[in-house]
T-cell receptor
Framework: DTTVKQNPRYKLARVGKPVNLICSQTMNHDTMYWYQKKPNQAPKLLLF???????READTFEKFQSSRPNNSFCSLYIGSAGLEYSAMYLC???????????FGHGTKLSVL | GEKVEQHESTLSVREGDSAVINCTYTDTASSYFPWYKQEAGKSLHFVID?????DRKQSQRLIVLLDKKAKRFSLHITATQPEDSAIYFC??????????FGLGTRVSVFP
C-alpha cells in the first residue's frame, strides 16, 4: 500500500498539447519529487520541492514546471508535449531532503 | 552533477546463495546511499541505506558496504529467497540534493 497517490495511472496526450500530472501524499512530508523513468534507463530527477522552494534540474529546467499549492499536493506541468516526453512519471515524498523516499505507482504518459 | 553506475544489469542466483550488486559514484560530496527495490507491477520501495559516516550496515538479510576512497558501495542479499526477485536500484545524493539513481539490477532467484 502506498500513501503517495498519483492520478491518472495512464495518460494519453497529443504532440504540442499541455499535460498536467497530479500527486498527493498524506504523510505530511515537507519534500516532494518528480522523477521520469524510461524503459532500461535510471529514474531521472526532474525537480523537487522542499517546503515551498522549488529546485529544478539544470537540464530539464525549461521543459517542466511544477506547483505545490499546499503540503499535500504537487503537480507536474508540461506546456507542449513532445514524443520524447513519453515515459513513466514517478512522484515521491520524504521527510527532509535526506530521508527515505516513498514513491507513488506512477503515471504512464504516452504522447502521440 | 553526480553519476551513479550500477555494474550488474542482471543477476541469477540459486535460492539460499548470496547476491551482490555493486555501484560506483562520481561526486565526492555524496553522503547518502539508499537502495530501492521494484517488484513486478509495483513501484519502487526503500530497502536499506547507508550514510558516509559508516562503512557497513545490516538489516536482517541485507548488508550494505561503503568504500568512500573507491567511491563504491554494494548491496549483499544473503540467504536469498524467491521474494528477493526484483529490480534493485542504487542511488546517491549529497546534502539537500535529490537522489541520482543507477540503471537497476534485475535479480532472479531460482530454486
Amino acid at each position: 500500500d502506498t500513501t503517495v497517490k498519483q492520478n491518472p495511472r495512464y495518460k494519453l496526450a497529443r504532440v504540442g498539447k499541455p499535460v498536467n500530472l497530479i500527486c498527493s501524499q498524506t504523510m505530511n512530508h515537507d519534500t516532494m519529487y518528480w522523477y521520469q523513468k524510461k524503459p532500461n534507463q535510471a529514474p531521472k530527477l526532474l525537480l523537487f520541492y522542499y517546503d515551498k522552494i522549488l529546485n529544478r534540474e539544470a537540464d530539464t529546467f525549461e521543459k517542466f514546471q511544477s506547483s505545490r499549492p499546499n503540503n499535500s499536493f504537487c503537480s507536474l506541468y508540461i506546456g507542449s508535449a513532445g514524443l520524447e516526453y513519453s515515459a513513466m512519471y514517478l512522484c515521491a515524498s520524504s521527510a527532509g531532503t535526506e530521508g527515505r523516499l516513498f514513491f507513488g505507482h506512477g503515471t504512464k504518459l504516452s504522447v502521440l | 552533477g553526480e553519476k551513479v553506475e550500477q555494474h550488474e544489469s542482471t543477476l541469477s542466483v540459486r535460492e539460499g546463495d548470496s547476491a551482490v550488486i555493486n555501484c560506483t559514484y562520481t561526486d565526492t560530496a555524496s553522503s547518502y546511499f539508499p537502495w530501492y527495490k521494484q517488484e513486478a507491477g509495483k513501484s519502487l520501495h526503500f530497502v536499506i541505506d547507508i550514510r558516509s559516516n559508516v562503512d557497513r550496515k545490516q538489516s536482517q538479510r541485507l548488508i550494505v558496504l561503503l568504500d568512500k576512497k573507491a567511491k563504491r558501495f554494494s548491496l549483499h542479499i544473503t540467504a536469498t529467497q524467491p521474494e528477493d526477485s526484483a529490480i534493485y536500484f542504487c542511488a546517491a545524493s549529497s546534502y539537500a540534493q535529490g537522489l541520482t539513481f543507477g540503471l537497476g539490477t534485475r535479480v532472479s532467484v531460482f530454486p
